[in-house]
């Protein structure tokens, strides 16, 4: 009995020691922007973009160095009075097309907005025509004879 006190006792202090660690490895909030308003154009805005560190993330959720880095520019951006169309045309020239998570329809970006339809078109047809050729290649179901019907139409009866 006097084991499971002291093992209990032992996990208390370790359980404390960790969430002692843990608060004093914490780290200061980044503060908010002086202006709320630039801070919610800034956020609107951060959700359209891609970071391009990591690619699957969006500007405003990275944590990377890069994204801090675009993040404080878009704040320079629209604190010197740039409306949000502007900003992403800077990014754009920046960074190319593939800053932003929705590309302008141009003859550039045809093959990323309609390639996946054309594909889908594509294996459709094929599908078709294979279905199609194999039905032909079928052999048509062989007739029973008088004998062979009998025997089926005995089975069933049993």
Wanted: glycine content about 4%.
């Amino acid at each position: 009995m006097r084991r499971v006190f002291s093992s209990l006792w032992l996990a208390a202090c370790f359980a404390c020691a960790s969430l002692l660690a843990t608060q004093a490895l914490a780290k200061e909030a980044v503060p908010m922007a002086q202006e709320p308003e630039v801070e919610a154009r800034l956020v609107k805005i951060a959700e359209e973009l891609r970071c391009m560190v990591c690619q699957n993330e969006s500007l405003a959720s990275s944590h990377a160095e890069l994204a801090e880095d675009l993040r404080r520019e878009v704040r320079d951006l629209i604190k010197s009075g740039k409306n949000d169309a502007q900003v992403k045309e800077f990014l754009v020239a920046r960074y190319g097309d593939y800053v932003l998570y929705r590309p302008e329809v141009k003859p550039l970006t045809w093959a990323l907005w309609f390639g996946p339809f054309l594909l889908f078109l594509i294996a459709a047809v094929g599908l078709v025509g294979y279905l199609r050729q194999r039905r032909q290649a079928m052999p048509a179901p062989a007739a029973l004879s008088e004998a062979e019907r009998a025997r089926a139409e005995q089975l069933l009866k049993d």
